[in-house]
């Protein structure tokens, strides 16, 4: 099994619930979930750049966007054939203009859940 990391916003209301609901799909504690949030965080990219975009990395390649959705969803048992859909490079194009689309929106959800 892959090994799966993922770094998130823990100030973003809406991170934090759907990193809560991931980490309840994760049942067999696959991934490993790092906040970003605090000033002092360790990140290996630019920290404001991860912190616009979902990043994960699958065995050590840094992922960026739907392709890291696609990753977590690879080893949540649930979520496994949605992840291994998203491996079709169409799929994965179409997966990354709706995430682009999302992240118009999502100051907008955040304000809503905050």
């Known amino acids: 099994m892959a090994k799966v990391t993922v770094w ?3 100030a973003c209301p809406l991170c934090i619930r759907e ?4 980490r309840w799909l994760d049942a067999q504690h696959s991934i490993e979930f790092l906040d970003i949030a605090p000033a002092d965080a360790v ?3 630019d920290r404001q750049l991860m912190l616009a975009r979902f990043h994960a990395s699958e065995d050590g390649v840094i992922l960026s966007g739907a392709a890291a959705f696609a990753a ?3 080893v949540i048992p649930l979520l496994k054939p949605l992840g291994f859909i998203a491996r079709n490079r169409r799929v994965l194009q179409l997966l990354e203009r709706l995430y682009n689309r999302f992240l118009i929106i999502r100051p907008r959800l955040q304000k809503l859940l905050g």
């Open 43 to 45: 990140c290996p990219l």
């Open 19 to 22: 990193i809560a609901l991931m």
């Open 8 to 10: 998130y916003d823990g």
């Open 72 to 74: 977590m969803w690879r």
